[in-house]
């Protein structure tokens, strides 16, 4: 750093150690008296590596069992005024670990057993931390600049009305969904996408996956970012749901480590950004909503994080009865508003009530589902008013469990939906939503999977009955001549694939009975849900063609092949489909099929 003008930086660390690594916080402080324009510094570690967020860093192996780690500010937070600091939070890991007993700051910055150097007129200044400043000066979180295109970066239009419709979708699936091609199909335009949730190394991740850590650069963390910007190139949106029923929120990955809400909120902050967000949910459920020190951790964080994104909109999403709120439920809601957070809505998950709150002689899901939100309004306009604010119908969404729920005497039928939205449209529900798009498809009667619904209705059912509610962005068509979800020519049924002309995608419709392979022609049947066909694969080439079960996602392990009259057959037990290929062995078509295996 430059120390000519009279400016010079103190460094402390706070942070929680474990066996292995660190979870921490930067505090930096301009001491001097003149402003800070960019910083940067060095220091001699036996760290291995170093992740920061808010920063760029380096580490350089020096090859004696040590590190050299360099820290630059970020385009965003180059400039500190005397007396001003900035909080960082990082994550770093060493062979050895950290079972240190003396200064976190000594331990990271010099390394345990090592001698702190002098610092030179142009190193940092790290003061003694177990010496406290008598007037510490705040964290702040510095909002990162505003851009527009691509995945990052505010979107350039709020594609958001008061009332929508926007469904969610699992991002944990592989393959990773096709968003603009699910949004063509089914019109949705508008999507939330769950669950971003804490990896084993504290950092926000798809399911809680370190592979799939934001900004990681494994292929399906990459294929994600790719839908998302592929999505909103063609006009749509999305919203992303922080938390869920499995796996671990943020906020309790770092209350548990000890660390702050100004470091939490940075986070939350680099999610808004790396994504481009407009709209965040924080679903909150499970083991999470019981957790009093997390939930308030939470809350004082977004808090902070509204103060420096003003514009984005923060959704709570609360498990709930047909008689309302569970006392937890309320007091998340009541923690917030104490907070000062404010609220866009509040989203109840109408599912899952369990037969003695809702016995299932007595009322449809649909009507649980009504009787649910009217029995929240009447809660949050009672505990609204207790701070002095208004909660208005354009606040509340529903989100029922299409189909089977996890309590299988729970059915959510198409009757229950096209209910729900008479009663959405009549009150003007700000939200009307599902779990999940990647369900909205027929499968095993009357069993519960992430991929189908339990029920027989045909594919994209309740996405079209809802299609239509409340404002939805115009999408642009898709490339002339293909089909937004096959990559198919309606024409002929075919398209070349990823660039080669040899090589063409067939999607077999769910009426479809027989079908024949062309000549010379390499091709990938891809078989959609159909429950109880019997479909003929003619003139099936096993060295050229192939057969693709991953659209099934695990499901497509259970499929088998077994010998018959003059050829083969695929049985798919899990929809009852049977697969006939005239003239191939079962050696040949099982070499022919492809499946996920995770």
Known sequence: MDSTNNAAMAVTVDGTLWWGGMSGELHLTNTGTSTLNGWSFSFTTSVRQFQGWSMDSSVVDNGDGTSTVTLRNAPWNATLRPGESLTLSFNASSPEGFAVSGPLTEALLFGEGSTPSQPSPSDPIVPDPRVPDPTPPEPIVQPPPATSGGTGGPVGADRWGDQVFAPYVDMGLYPVPDLDGLARRYGVGLLNLGFLQATPNGQLGWAGLDALALGSDHEQSSTIAAEIAALRAAGGDVMVSLGGAAGQGLAQAYQQRGLGADALAASYGEAVQHLGLRRIDFDIEGAAIAD???????????????????????????????????????????LALEAGVRLAGVNVMAMD?????????????GAYAIDAAEATKGQLDALF?????????????????????DVTSEIFSLADAALLETFARDRGLGLLSMWSLGRDNPGVLGQVTATHSGLAEASGSFASLWGDYGSDPVLQAAASGTDPITGTDPSNGQVPINGNPSTVDRLVGGSTTQISAVDGVAERFSLSYSWGRNLVLQQFDPLNDRIDLRGFWQEGQQASVVAIAGGSQLQLPFNQQVVVVPGVTPEQLGGALEIWRG
Request: aromatic share 8%.
């Open 353 to 365: 009530y369990g037969d003695s709150a809702a016995p299932p002689a007595l009322k449809s899901m």
């Open 385 to 405: 008013a207790a701070h002095g604010q208004s909660f208005g119908w354009d606040q509340l969404g529903v989100t029922p469990m299409i189909g089977v729920n």
């Open 292 to 334: 009093r020190a997390s939930l308030e951790l939470r809350c004082q964080a977004i808090s902070l994080l509204q103060s420096h994104f003003p514009e984005l909109e923060v959704w709570f999403t609360l498990p709930v009865l047909p008689q309302g709120l569970t006392h937890e439920g309320l007091e998340v809601v009541n």
